[in-house]
């Protein structure tokens, strides 16, 4: 063994001070406690900044293609039935969706608010599990013919449930003698959707895709192909499949390109609070340092008293480093436990947490979703488990060297 029996037991004596040795223990615990909050803290926040990435990305890409084929020249993209069936042919495929998209004015019960009108067939909405498995209100089978659906926010803000009508109001209206008049189209609602993510539940509408080219004038033509593959992360490897396919007709954006202002901000944001949250265990660190350096300082005449008893100096630097060692394997220990547990169940702590105090402490209209996500990446634990650890361990080196480089005579000569 490293340490032996005679080791760990000055060691643990140290730990457990006399009165008057009182001041060095409570440094001691604060260097634990500061550790253990430490490294809670920088799991806790690590899983949910994983668990934002990946709600966020998850829903997006269920909700939006991993590619995007564009008319290159602009506008509408004809011949759309024809490009469809080449591309649901390409290796890596899995699902080809013709959207006709844009923006136009929801009205109902007197309110109005803008709106995302999508339209796509009723067999494609069906086949979209986030779309198909969200529905909280009537059911997938009723979207179709000329009936729509919408988030259950935009439901809610309206008042609207299954069976209400909604008017579209379009940007572009009809000119006529008299002036420009608003284009203006009543659809029932056949289905309500609650995806989770605010954005989608509030302000999308679901059209079928004839309703939709008639609504934005497209003819037969649509917006975009949306893409679905079968790894979105390797997603370089689709697009060149399908920049072969529809060269010299569109243009292919992915789903990198489409957010990737959004998602990189998340990723300088998590690499920056794991920075700045280490920061938290480096101190914790340097009170273990501080702490120790009193207790080789009050030790001195003891550690006289050990070397002359036959105590070689690896001796007293170990016993000293199991002692700034315990405090900070027990403080990434306890870190640890408390880190994973919390993470574990977030949700129902802000649940209980506002309950007890009466406020909202996660709004959907700020952080786009509805539930506190975390998603606990066991990699990152051990990474933080052995960061925490060598920090503590390199702490305790230079008291340790001090104390085994106590000279016995010097330290008794005064006592």
Known sequence: ???????????????????????????????????????????IVMAVMN??????????????????????????????????????????????????EGQALVSARGIASGAVVRGVRAEDFQARPTLANGVVRGSAQEFGEDRVAIGARMAQRLGLSVGDSITLIAPQGNVTAFGTVPRLRSYPIGAIFD????????????????????????????????????????????????????????RVVDWQQSNSSFFNALQVERNVMFLILSLIIMVAAF???????????????????????????????????????????????LGLALGVSFATNIETIRQ???????????????YFLSQLPAKIDWSEVVQVTVM????????????????????????????
């Open 51 to 100: 668990g934002f990435r990946a709600e966020l990305l998850g829903r997006v890409l269920g909700l939006n293609g991993h590619l995007n084929v564009y008319n290159l020249r602009g506008g509408p993209l004809p011949d759309f039935d024809r490009l469809t069936g080449q591309l649901r042919n390409t290796p890596g495929i899995v699902n080809v969706t013709p959207t006709v």
């Open 352 to 366: 209980a947490i506002q309950g007890l105090t009466g406020t909202n402490l996660f709004a959907a209209e700020i």
């Open 287 to 333: 009170n273990i340092i501080s702490s120790l350096i009193m207790l080789v300082k009050d030790k001195g005449r003891d550690i006289a008293i050990l070397r002359t008893m036959g105590a070689t100096r690896g001796m007293v630097m170990r016993i000293f480093f199991l002692a700034g060692a315990s405090v900070g394997v027990t403080g990434t220990l």
């Open 195 to 250: 995806v989770g993510m605010f954005e989608y539940d509030n302000s999308f509408v679901f059209l079928p895709l004839e309703e939709a080219q008639a609504f934005f004038r497209t003819g037969d033509a649509v917006t975009s192909l949306e893409i679905f593959v079968q790894d979105p992360v390797q997603i370089w490897a689709a697009r060149a499949a399908v920049q072969s396919v529809v060269a010299g007709v569109g």
């Open 1 to 43: 063994m490293i340490f032996n029996a005679f080791e760990r037991m000055v060691a643990m004596r140290y730990l457990r001070a006399r009165r008057q040795e009182g001041f060095i223990s409570v440094i001691a615990g604060f260097s634990l406690l500061g550790i253990a909050l430490g490294v809670a803290t920088l799991i």
């Open 388 to 415: 925490a650890l060598g920090l503590s361990f390199a702490a305790t080196i230079y008291p340790s060297w001090r104390a085994a480089r106590l000279d016995p005579v010097e330290a008794l000569r005064y006592e």
